[in-house]
């Protein structure tokens, strides 16, 4: 058994009260991540983060898949010329690019990018494969790792290779297009909601605030618990920009080129895994849902006597293999450790489940079955441990969803009505205040800068996606005190 960088007694820090301190106490406590890989911002991920990221992904793919998507994988590398197709988006990427430009002695005659986005890559094949509207709809994605060089990095939260998902779609029509975007806003909603408890807020991003190259942008937004933003993913309707850029088109029976639209989705699958440590997380460390946990069960034998040793052993690992079979990720911790050494260390890796096992169990066919979450206790038959799990693991995510789902209602303001009352709700409780605002057109920016700059740092988020929500006839802009058009989010990110 591996403890991590610090012993489980040395985890003590409050989420609540020192939530820096605790996030990056809990990443290295829990043995996620290793920093010490001498090129800086690029992490090692560990076999609990490895596998927690896996699950990530084993929720996301099923649910693209089922929405026509086929997986492909791209190069890597991206030629410069690529990106100086598509003149916008190479101003908002190249700032962030790792360049290649030799290999072994030689010189390239062009440099090469490793990938911060690779719209750039697929469009270079789409005028390729698509040459009339029977090829369409094409919907492609790829879970990779991407490369943005970030001065400042935090570990989950910003990297300089970071991991994800990326759809790239083409479509004939903006209608298909524009429904696109509503499919990858419920996809993200029932991965992030419904399966792994974390509540979402899905904006329209203002017009100065979108994908580079792109016409329109929503994002999925998490509280975090220091009233932050995580920004977990986004959707992006690119227009006719890039299937013009790159030349993907056909000649309708009118003899005039046909531009396709195109849209793409990028679930940030690093940045998940942080807001799963940190929504759920509580003083004691992870709490890891059902779905993704690596180790979904753990049976810990309480030995008491050395007669009995072998039985009670032999229970536990008939007991996992009968949970394996129904196919959970069960282990028994059959170590030398004490069992308060295992609780604790368990506890702080997040496992959801704990089945204590000693003499008494053993003599009556029973389990006694822990919540991760609340600690309540459940003796049950042995016979029906599957059940008991899995009803239990259900509890658990509803709990862990209510319990997020409350404190994000909880730090949404809703009163203010001038960049003051602004800044100190931002200041107080963090978290989204609701504001009446002229415009997320680009005239409504310099409002925009005036409120980031006046409150450090709170950014206007956009508008809900799903939700219509107009300003009264009376109200003013919380900046200019002009006609409000919008009700606008505003919130401080990482």
């Not at 997020?404 to 949404?412: G, Y």
Request: glycine share 8%; with cysteine; charged share 25%.
């Amino acid at each position: 058994m591996a403890t991590g960088l610090l012993s489980t007694r040395e985890f003590n820090v409050s989420k609540r009260e020192k939530f820096s301190e605790w996030y990056n106490t809990v990443i290295y406590a829990a043995d996620l991540v290793d920093s010490r890989y001498n090129v800086q911002g690029f992490l090692v991920h560990k076999p609990w983060a490895t596998r927690l990221i896996r699950g990530l992904y084993s929720l996301f793919e099923p649910e693209l898949e089922k929405d026509g998507h086929e997986p492909v994988v791209f190069p890597t590398v991206i030629p410069k010329e690529n990106f100086e197709l598509e003149k916008e988006h190479v101003a908002g990427f190249v700032p962030q690019v790792f360049w290649v430009t030799r290999g072994g002695e030689e010189e390239f005659a062009r440099p090469l990018a490793l990938r911060p986005t690779s719209e750039t890559a697929f469009y270079q094949m789409f005028a390729l494969w698509i040459r009339s509207p029977a090829d369409l709809p094409l919907k492609l994605y790829q879970s990779c790792s991407v490369f943005r060089y970030e001065h400042e990095t935090l570990p989950f939260l910003r990297g300089r290779e970071f991991l994800w998902i990326e759809t790239h779609d083409v479509f004939a029509t903006e209608k298909e297009a524009r429904a696109q975007l509503l499919i990858d806003s419920a996809i993200a909603t029932r991965v992030l909601t419904e399966k792994l408890g974390i509540p979402l807020m899905a904006f329209l991003r203002p017009q100065w605030d979108r994908f580079p190259g792109g016409l329109e942008t929503v994002a999925y937004d998490v509280l975090m618990p220091d009233g932050k933003i995580n920004q977990v993913g986004s959707t992006h309707i690119l227009g006719q920009n890039f299937t013009k850029a790159f030349g993907v088109k056909w000649t309708g029976g009118d003899g005039k080129e046909q531009f396709p639209w195109s849209t793409c989705f990028g679930p940030g699958i690093w940045r998940m895994a942080g807001a799963l440590v940190s929504v759920h997380g509580d003083d004691k460390g992870l709490i890891l849902p059902l779905p993704v946990a690596p180790v979904q069960v753990v049976i810990v034998p309480i030995l008491k006597s050395e007669e009995k040793r072998k039985e009670v052993l032999d229970y536990c690992l008939n007991l996992q293999g009968h949970l394996r079979t129904h196919g959970l990720r069960a282990k028994v911790d059959d170590s030398n450790k004490s069992p308060g050494f295992k609780y604790n260390y368990w506890e702080l890796k997040g496992v959801p489940l704990r089945i204590e096992v000693g003499e008494r169990e053993v003599a009556q066919n029973k389990i006694t079955i822990v919540r991760r979450d609340t600690r309540e206790k459940l003796v049950a038959e042995s016979a029906h441990a599957f059940k008991h799990v899995e009803e239990i693991g259900a509890k658990i995510l509803d709990s862990l969803r209510a319990k997020a789902e409350a404190e994000l209602k909880e730090r949404i303001t809703t009163s203010a009505t001038d960049k003051r009352q602004v800044k100190a709700a931002l200041d107080s409780k963090g978290g989204f205040v609701r504001v009446a605002f002229c415009s997320i057109a680009m005239d409504g920016e310099p409002c925009a800068r005036e409120l980031q700059e006046f409150t450090q740092g709170g950014k206007v988020r956009g508008h809900l996606l799903n939700k219509k929500e107009k300003p009264d006839a009376s109200e003013k802009c919380v900046v200019c005190g002009k006609k409000a058009h919008e009700i606008a989010y505003v919130a401080k990110q990482y």
